[in-house]
């Protein structure tokens, strides 16, 4: 987005009335040279109040995020956030809506092209916590830290995400516990998922709460392969 015009100073005001008057003519077309601000796009100002909603949210230790806040980082008025979403709440389910698109897009090419149960339940682990790490800001949303003065619902549709990645977990590990021979892969699949997604959640907190410095793919292979196999 461009910056806005910058007001002009005393001295800058004086120079301009030492300058000779031109005609309507040469004035016109003088002002046609003029680079014209452009407006974005049908659905760009959307995609620019999510990404600064997010880039404010990698702020370390950041506190609540006022719409005021918000549209001083854009230069523009509050009420123009509201021409594009109807309010905060609905900015952050936009970013959940991001969050939901982007993982499970990753992980339906996962268990479409990997072969094995246990590959395709390490591959799952390790692209959520990647995504976490690329995406501080959507991590603090991930694991609610950023909605905790938000409507209520947008902490309900995390836990439902996450309800979501633990179901399709089962799904392959019950496929990798019977290949393993196990008597009982139902009851196996289901705690081995309830423990990589408590493990998945604790690491996405953890890299939050220390600031973004202790990353969530630290070490990851050894515990995926031992919670897997």
Do not use: C, W
């Amino acid at each position: 987005m461009s910056d806005p015009p910058q007001s002009l100073g005393d001295a800058d005001a004086q120079s301009l009335q030492d300058l000779p008057e031109d005609s309507p003519a040469e004035a016109a077309a003088e002002a046609a040279k003029l680079p014209t601000r452009k407006r974005p796009r049908p659905g760009e100002r959307r995609v620019q109040i999510l990404q600064t909603l997010a880039t404010m949210l990698e702020q370390p230790g950041a506190e609540r995020i006022t719409t005021a806040a918000l549209a001083a980082r854009l230069s523009v008025s509050e009420a123009a956030l509201y021409r594009h979403f109807a309010s905060k709440a609905q900015m952050f389910e936009g970013l959940i809506e991001f969050i939901e698109s982007s993982v499970f897009t990753l992980v339906n090419q996962i268990t479409e092209r990997d072969a094995s149960g246990a590959e395709q339940t390490q591959r799952i682990v390790t692209v959520l916590l990647q995504f976490g790490e690329k995406n501080p800001g959507m991590t603090r949303v991930m694991v609610g830290d950023a909605l905790v003065f938000e409507h209520e619902r947008l902490t309900t549709r995390m836990n439902l995400f996450f309800d979501r990645v633990e179901s399709q977990l089962r799904q392959t590990l019950r496929s990798a516990t019977e290949a393993a021979g196990s008597a009982t892969p139902t009851v196996d699949a289901q705690a081995l998922a309830s423990a990589l997604t408590a493990l998945t959640v604790g690491r996405l907190q953890r890299y939050a709460r220390s600031g973004f410095k202790r990353l969530p793919t630290e070490h990851l292979d050894l515990a995926l392969r031992r919670l897997s196999a």
